[in-house]
């Protein structure tokens, strides 16, 4: 086992190759005796789900499993989940896996003690219930490196109907304890390594360029991307040689969940136009959200680049570039060839057809309001113009 260190920003988080195996102390040390592990349908039957499982039996726990999430997570999904914490009469939530299951687990945390629906609790809704009573205890387990939803404080799901996405919002869902295990990212296909990397590119350059005083975010934001520019290209190149346990890469899948986890720390500061694009591209065309924010990245940072062009030398300096605006777009451009990002929309899927609904839903989306460029309905026009390419 290599060497585990601890750091708590904001959340205790246990880090280190095998960190996993730690979890029944730490349930333990947060008084948990019957916790409920809420993961994924396919991650619930890999190895990696299949072990974690096994720990749980084997200790002096009484636990039980919920594993009906996959997809983009929707409200029922929670009420099932939600259905077995208390079936279970559970006292902690051990949360493995994606986003999705994340996010599913912090609701399923948040509306133990709650009543009502999980809609009452949506950030903005103006009857909205107060958070008053207890939320058990999270332990929130990483299995892609993207999202960083295991130091945030929101979680999102979708309406079974609408699709329409609402955000629950609370300092009290950060979960208690993080352990990131870069042997649980090993499996993860290129594809996805790629598209996920992509994500907390995206959260970290946005984070970095929102106006406003946050030297913190800034500082994480630009180590972050420089973790990226060490690391993920050498992810998704050991993932499609299939190599698996070695030191090198370990190595480097610990540099992506790390790199991602402080995504999700920096954008506590805001986000921007690309993540409005993304969210936009995952309504309409149901495409995987980092892959959308791979493939608008170069066209969006373009859009803020005159605004921003002393950020951008400095990012460039992170990413081992030339120190100019150019040679970040250059380093980013060549990144994305190298792990197979499309070049354009069209290459995804999208279609022309589309068009009218990816402006309309991306000039209702919040993200873009923090751009540190205004972004217009014709500014959106013809990013995603340019995006689908010819
Ligand atoms: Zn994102």
């Known amino acids: 086992m290599s060497d585990i260190t601890q750091f708590n920003y904001p959340t205790p988080i246990r880090f280190g190759a095998g960190v996993v195996s730690e979890l029944p102390q730490q349930l333990e040390t947060l008084g948990s005796k019957r916790p409920l592990l809420v993961t994924d349908k396919i991650l619930a039957q890999l190895p990696i789900g299949l072990a974690l499982r096994e720990t749980l039996e084997q200790s002096a726990f009484e636990s039980a499993v919920f594993s009906e999430i996959w997809g983009n997570p929707v409200i ?28 599913v687990a912090k609701i399923i945390a948040l509306m133990a003690h709650h009543p009502g629906s999980v809609l009452d609790y949506e950030d903005g809704n103006p009857n909205q219930k107060p958070v008053e009573n207890l939320i058990p205890p999270i332990i929130a387990i990483p299995t892609t490196a993207g999202t960083g939803s295991e130091v945030g404080r929101a979680a999102v799901v979708s309406d ?15 979960p208690a304890m993080v352990l990131l295990d870069p042997e649980l990212t090993l499996g993860l296909p290129a594809g996805v390594t790629a598209a996920t990397g992509m994500d907390a590119l995206s959260h970290l350059s946005e984070a970095f360029l929102v106006d406003g005083y946050h030297p913190m975010a800034d500082g994480i934001s630009l180590e972050g991307i420089r973790l990226i520019s060490k690391s993920l290209k050498a ?86 570039a030339d120190g100019t605006a150019q040679g970040f777009f250059d380093w980013l451009n060549d990144l994305r060839t190298a792990i197979g990002i499309p070049s354009n929309l069209r290459e995804a ?42």
């Open 76 to 103: 029922s999904q929670v009420e099932q989940g939600l259905a077995a914490f208390r079936e279970h009469q559970a006292d902690a939530i051990v949360a493995m896996g994606g986003g999705a299951s994340l996010d």
């Open 160 to 174: 079974d109907a609408s699709h329409r996405k609402a955000i629950l919002f609370h300092p009290r869902l950060l």
């Open 235 to 320: 992810c998704v190149d050991f993932s499609a040689a299939g190599t698996g346990n070695t030191a090198e890469h370990i190595e480097a899948r610990g540099l992506m969940l790390t790199a991602s986890m402080m995504g999700a720390v920096a954008f506590q500061k805001g986000l921007g136009v690309t993540h409005s694009c993304a969210h936009s591209l995952s309504t309409v065309c149901d495409l995987h959200h980092g892959l959308a924010n791979g493939i608008m990245l170069p066209f969006t940072l373009g859009f803020n680049r005159a605004a921003c062009n002393e950020k951008f030398a400095r990012m460039s300096v992170a990413a081992g």
């Open 349 to 390: 899927g999208v279609e022309p057809g589309h068009f009218e609904d990816l402006v309309a839903f991306a000039l209702k989306d919040s993200c873009h309001l923090e751009n540190p460029v205004p972004v217009s309905e014709a500014d959106f026009r013809s990013l995603f113009k340019d995006a689908l390419g010819s």
